[in-house]
């Protein structure tokens, strides 16, 4: 069972940055497709982010687009969300997730970590 957990969330003000982290010890990283979700507080759970296999291939969420980076060190099995100039509405519990598969999908990847928080106000 691959288990991962997330690291690096925390409160920030407006403007500022955060670098999440998401790591499975012991497992073959790149096998797997990792993305990053979020869940803010009386809202559905959205992609933010998704990295390929190998790196190559990276999807941002428009509403992240040019602030946040997704990033992936296969020999250390860590996948990174770097976030910068944080809005108020990227509060949200944080979730990697991992998949056998090519794609990343809100309700389908196979592995999930437990998330997470990062907390934008003034």
Excluded: H
């Excluded at 100039?85 to 794609?103: I, Q, R, S, W």
């Excluded at 999930?112 to 934008?120: A, F, I, M, P, Y």
């Amino acid at each position: 069972q691959l288990q991962l957990v997330e690291s690096g969330g925390g409160f920030v003000q407006p403007g500022g940055s955060l670098r999440l982290s998401c790591a499975a010890p012991g497992f073959t990283w790149g096998y797997y497709t990792i993305g990053w979700f979020r869940q803010a507080p009386g809202k559905e759970r959205e992609g933010v982010s998704c990295i390929s296999k190998s790196g190559g291939v990276r999807k941002y969420a428009d509403s992240v687009k040019g602030r946040f980076t997704i990033s992936r060190d296969n020999a250390k099995n860590t996948v990174y969300l770097e976030m910068n100039y944080l809005k108020p509405e990227d509060t949200a519990v944080y979730f990697c997730a991992a998949d056998n598969g090519f794609e990343c999908s809100n309700y389908g990847m196979k592995y999930w970590g437990k998330g997470t928080l990062v907390t934008v106000s003034s």
